[in-house]
């Protein structure tokens, strides 16, 4: 499975952009997918994920309202939304994969085997 995260960039406060992953390698449809970020001297965290059966969303807290997670099963794509950013939003979002039917959660990490290089969101205040 290989997953390539675009979109990232420089934004003023306020502003949006929109994350892409693009995934091959495996069945799109019937695959979890889950977008984290980390930023500078912080851990990793969870954003937004999609559920492959039925399209269930899940946010973050931080992110809710603001951030919108979406797929394209015939481009084998999944979208980050992200709008009214902050300065705290700043940090490399990477996507991420469960295994194909898996019914795990979507919060954690270590439910998700592969992982894409991530993508520098910078905001500025």
Known sequence: VQLQASGGGLVQAGGSLRLSC?????T???TTMGWFRQAPGKEREF??????????TYYADSVKGRFTISRDSAKNTVYLQVNSLKPEDTAVYYCA???EY??????????Y????QGTLVTVSS
């Open 22 to 26: 693009a995934a091959s390698g495996h």
């Open 28 to 30: 799109f449809s019937s």
């Open 47 to 56: 954003v937004a994920a999609i559920y492959w059966g039925g399209g269930s």
């Open 97 to 99: 994969a469960q295994n």
């Open 102 to 111: 898996y019914s795990g959660s979507v919060y954690y990490q270590y439910e």
């Open 113 to 116: 085997p592969y992982w894409g």
